[in-house]
Nanobody
Framework: QVQLVESGGGLVQAGGSLRLSCAASGRTFSSYVMGWFRQAPGKEREFVAAIRWSAESTYYADSVKGRFTISRVNAKNTMYLQMNSLKPEDTAVYYC?????????????????WGQGTQVTVSS
C-alpha cells in the first residue's frame, strides 16, 4: 500500500519561502512519477510540478517556473518542493501524488496515490 505524507506547510508573508516534504512508503518508486498539485478554495486542483523518481527530469507549471524547485532524495524516499518568492495567489492546499508511469502527467486524474494535503497560506 502506497502512503504519501506531506509536511512543511504554514503561513508566510509574500516574498517568503517554504519547503514542503512528501514522505513516500510502501513501494519501490524507481518507476514512478511524483507530482505536486494544489487546490485553492473554489478552484480545481491544478498541477504545480512533477519529477521522475529515477531521473532528474523536472516539470513545472508556468505560474511557478523559476520560483519553485522540485527534488527528491532516493535514500529517504522523500520528495521536496522548495517554494521561493511566494505570492498570495500561491495560497492553497498542496498535495503530493504518485503514479507508476514512464510518462509525466499534468492532470490530477492520472495519479493513483495522494497524500492528505498541507495548507500553504501567503499573506500580502
Amino acid at each position: 500500500q502506497v502512503q504519501l505524507v506531506e509536511s512543511g506547510g504554514g503561513l508566510v508573508q509574500a516574498g517568503g519561502s517554504l519547503r514542503l516534504s512528501c514522505a513516500a512508503s510502501g513501494r519501490t518508486f524507481s518507476s514512478y512519477v511524483m507530482g505536486w498539485f494544489r487546490q485553492a478554495p473554489g478552484k480545481e486542483r491544478e498541477f504545480v510540478a512533477a519529477i521522475r523518481w529515477s531521473a532528474e527530469s523536472t516539470y513545472y507549471a508556468d505560474s511557478v517556473k523559476g520560483r519553485f524547485t522540485i527534488s527528491r532524495v532516493n535514500a529517504k524516499n522523500t520528495m521536496y518542493l522548495q517554494m521561493n518568492s511566494l505570492k498570495p495567489e500561491d495560497t492553497a492546499v498542496y498535495y503530493c501524488a504518485a503514479v507508476p508511469s514512464g510518462v509525466v502527467f499534468r492532470v490530477p486524474q492520472a495519479y493513483d496515490y495522494w497524500g492528505q494535503g498541507t495548507q500553504v497560506t501567503v499573506s500580502s
